[in-house]
């Protein structure tokens, strides 16, 4: 049985606790956080001098607060990792054996996630803990690569273009429809659709649109029918981007 | 038995026929199109001259070409509607009822789709084309609206941001994963969660990620990683309207 302690409150500390709690290979027996959010299956502390000893800490904290903690843990020699996805390994103290943990995934507490989805991306100092860690996540999920921390600063940027920005647009069909006196409903079927479409084609040759077919007209109308500047701003700028990379492809 | 014509032979046409072809209630009798693309079932013709009579003439062809095509229609008093959403009704020649019969999806030949989540966006010149309209998608799909020409063009917008827009996003996660050696698969989870989470919430609550917890020095590092000035451009725009939605939230 591996033991872990997580630290941290948030959506990522939540759902790996949630995911953790379904696993019979590991063992929480402890969880920080300063606010002291209290559990009944699981003894929680807001004092970091009481951490307990387990075999991995798994530290879900804001990017900014993962070297202070980590400094603050006062075992040496621990398994300690982190869960972010921009952050570099070495931001963990080197008194403990580093490693990264970072799930894939955007998660907010009040919706369920299927966990065996969900891609870890792992990383370790050695390759006992790389092992360790594989064996801590397995149980969860089957999805589990090995990627360092230049790839995972990579792949957390392109999931800001697929997700945070993805939902923006998202919002601006809302304001859209909102403005408009029509249902956001309309859109949804469409929405999954386009997310469902890139499971099995390379995007680009998905893209369709008046920007693809360099329809100038309708473009024109849409420009003149959005309200607000940086609507369209990033009207035009994506348009642009469309027909360049039409471009690039044809070269 | 309601009895149609297709005009087209694109994506929109295409599966608005398959659709058809799995109704009870109404019955297409004759396709045509231009490419004398033809089938076993249907008799096709590529001569306008030769269409033959029906109740309604189902226009699914490109945005530039409706006009030309409605007015070569040899018959009149027909009811003729067309399949776009950025076009008026009026582009329609008035010899004929006029009517629009838009489908808020995004097809691709080789999908199936799943056409009884399909909003059928309805407008027509008289309420018994309305109703008769109505009468010929109810048996397809149960998402039937009243929408007249203004209001489905800004529909159409919306679906522009929501789907073409997002699908180019998608593009450049491919891109910045393919550059490093990674697999745009890692992604598909993301993807697919992003857009299922705002079936039951507005986007802008969802919004998550650097631009929203105005966390500059990833941003920064965000912003040196891309290697396209116009992903850079992307990058600053959309976080700089995430910011603004934020703001706008707020007042």
Request: aromatic content about 6%; glycine content about 4%; overall charge neutral.
């Amino acid at each position: 049985m591996i033991t872990t302690v997580i630290i941290g409150s948030g959506n990522v500390a939540t759902h790996l606790l949630q995911a953790f709690l379904q696993s019979n290979t590991l063992k929480v027996i402890q969880c920080f956080n300063r606010k002291e959010i209290t559990r009944d299956d699981i003894p929680v502390t807001a004092d970091i001098s009481q951490l307990q000893e387990a075999d991995v800490y798994v530290i879900a904290v804001s990017d900014d607060a993962i070297a202070e903690i980590a400094s603050q843990i006062h075992f040496s020699g621990k398994l300690v990792v982190h869960t972010s996805g921009s952050v570099g390994m070495d931001a963990l103290h080197p008194k403990n054996r580093r490693g990264v943990l970072y799930p894939l995934q955007t998660f907010s507490k009040e919706r369920n996630i299927n966990y065996s989805e969900i891609p870890f991306c792992i990383e370790a100092e050695n390759e006992d803990d790389y092992l360790l860690l594989e064996k801590l996540v397995t149980p969860i999920s089957s999805h589990v690569f090995r990627i360092d921390s230049e790839k995972r600063r990579k792949l957390h940027l392109a999931a800001v273009f697929v997700c945070n920005f993805v939902n923006h647009l998202y919002q601006i069909g809302y304001e859209i429809t909102e403005a408009n006196d029509l249902s956001f409903d309309l859109l949804k079927p469409l929405i999954k659709e386009t997310a469902a479409k890139i499971e099995t084609a390379v995007p680009k040759d998905l893209q369709t649109g008046p920007a693809k077919r360099n329809d100038q007209k309708t473009m024109a109308k849409h420009l003149e029918m959005l309200a607000l500047p940086e609507q369209k701003q990033i009207y035009k700028l994506l348009s642009q981007a469309i027909a360049t990379t039409d471009g690039r492809k044809k070269l």
